[in-house]
């Protein structure tokens, strides 16, 4: 922390704030400027409460130095990003990227395996589906709950393909991790503190999706939960912020995974499918995405978007996404990075 003194704060104030830094257990360092006065404060202060400085008497502001996020932070920008395993089938954060594609939810078994096969098909990593929805509208569809994860483990065993599946509730955690391969945290629960600490307490990989009204600080600090809580594989998934924009369901904050990546070692994925809401606006932003450096894409795909239970208008078919895959690989190969299915095709 820095705390700024008043231009017009005298000695004695001063001294009053270094004692107040000492009592904190940490060291005082005061510097006198030409116009005014700043007191460094040095060590580890992330666990002191700084804001009862400002309440001295002479204090202006008292500036935060130090991220609030420890374990999430990038340290150096040399650091290494941080690679996490998904299942058998999907690395995210290494030099290849990791597409992750599927329904949003859950639906049938037929659905679900025909979704399965074709995202094998095109040369995917892991396949997604809800089976525990949050939906807005308490009468719309809920997901199918652990029949739901039966099937989607049925998925997995069929074509191997890792399965990436959301949690919602603290208690069913455990539940969602007997079958899942990777518990997604949605944007609704991002910040629902006992849910990031119970997922930080089990050993399967998160994906947490950034809030909709979250800051990257803010978003970070709950990637800290994950961390601190013990599990150090965690995946953050910029999926769209709210705006005053309403041609788009959300506003896709692509300089989101630049910014995440200069400020985090942990692997930065793009949801364009909640990003945007329409199926037209998804290939264009995933190739975008992986332009900007995200090192993965989480991506709605329905084997017939038009009978989706939920999020039809912004789920692309399997043809669309086979034809993306090379557009993909192209980009991906531009930005030094490599994709292992160069040459997809359709079953
Ligand atoms: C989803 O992935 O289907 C979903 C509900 O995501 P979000 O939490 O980002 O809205
Ligand atoms: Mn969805």
Redesign the pocket.
Known sequence: MIVVMQPTATPEQVEHVCRLIRDMGLKDHPIQGTDLTVVAVIGDDRKKEGGKLEQAAGVDRVMKVLAPYKLAARHEPQQKTSTVRIGGSCVVGGTAIAIIAGP?SVESREQILDSARKVKAVGGHGL?G?AF??RTNPYSFQGLGEEGLKLLAEARDETGLAVVT?VVTPGEVDLVAKYADCL?I???NAQNFKLLDAAGNQPKPVLL?RGMAMTIDEYLQAAEYILAAGNPNVILCE?GIRTFEDHTRNTLSLSAVPELKYRTHLPVMI?P??GTGHARLVPPMCLASIAAGADGL?I?MHPDPEHAMT?GAQSITPETLHSLMSHLCRVAQAVDRTCDTPDPRMN
């Open positions: 949003c997604r809800g929805k949050p959301e997604q949605g944007t609704r999706k999926r949801d499918s909640q989480l709605e999020d």
